[in-house]
């Protein structure tokens, strides 16, 4: 069974710069290709923010192009989302997903102030 664990969450002034982390457990063929990133503001639908590809490119929401980016940290074997001059509407919480969105991380929540 797959687990994937976020973390990096908080409370941000608007401008600010938070990074996440996704790491993955439970399988040794799991492949941290395709791992994506979701977010779910209060009260609205989950959208996806950006998915990372080992071939490079990698993907992003409108929303979040030339602010976020993803990578893999090697030493760490996790997916990272970098988030630069955030905005009070990336406020919410932040899950990471496998590349067919079947398993999902419990969350970590991200709020930026204005």
């Known amino acids: 069974q797959v687990q994937l664990v976020e973390s990096g969450g908080g409370l941000v002034q608007a401008g600010g710069s938070l990074r996440l982390s996704c790491a993955a457990s439970?399988?040794?063929?799991?492949?941290?290709?395709?791992i994506g990133w979701f977010r779910q503001a209060p009260g609205k639908q989950r959208e996806w923010v950006a998915r990372?590809?080992?071939?490079?490119?990698?993907i992003y929401a409108d929303s979040v192009k030339g602010r976020f980016t993803i990578s893999r940290d090697n030493a760490k074997n996790t997916v990272d989302l970098q988030m630069n001059n955030l905005k009070p509407e990336d406020t919410g919480v932040y899950y990471c997903?496998?590349?067919?969105?079947?398993?999902w991380g419990q969350g970590t929540q991200v709020t930026v102030s204005a």
């Open positions: 439970g399988s040794v063929f799991f492949s941290l290709n395709g």
């Open positions: 990372f590809f080992t071939s490079g490119t990698s």
């Open positions: 997903t496998d590349s067919s969105n079947k398993y």
